[in-house]
Nanobody, 124 residues
Framework: QVQLVESGGGLVQAGGSLRLSCAAS????????AGWFRQAPGKEREFVAA????????YYADSVKGRFTISRDNTKNTVYLQMNSLKPEDTAVYYC?????????????????WGQGTQVTVSS
């Protein structure tokens, strides 16, 4: 089992920045790819970004490409999401997820472990 805890959410004005962190504990001796997803009120959970275990491969949703950066520090068992140039439409609960699959995936159903989520609110 892998436990994930997100932090770093909050209220920010449009154009501002936030950095989310996702700390993993438990069976962190296993290699896992990681991803960030978000869910706005009344909407389905959607993919934001994903990163391979090595950190060499990353995927982004078109809506965040060029503004968000996913990274990881395996020595700290932590995955990050740097969010710049935030827009009101980025407002959502952001979830960290981990998958034991070798290949990085953007599909929600292919993630094995989820955090509890952290709220990000962007005011206009």
């Amino acid at each position: 089992q892998v436990q994930l805890v997100e932090s770093g959410g909050g209220l920010v004005q449009a154009g501002g920045s936030l950095r989310l962190s996702c700390a993993a504990s438990g069976r962190t001796d296993r290699s896992y790819a990681a991803g960030w997803f978000r869910q706005a009120p009344g909407k389905e959970r959607e993919f934001v970004a994903a990163i391979s275990w090595s950190g060499h491969t990353a995927y982004y949703a078109d809506s965040v490409k060029g503004r968000f950066t996913i990274s990881r520090d395996n020595t700290k068992n932590t995955v990050y999401l740097q969010m710049n140039s935030l827009k009101p439409e980025d407002t959502a609960v952001y979830y960290c997820a981990a998958t034991l699959r070798v290949v990085v995936t953007i599909r929600t159903l292919e993630y094995d472990y989820w955090g509890q989520g952290t709220q990000v609110t962007v005011s206009s």
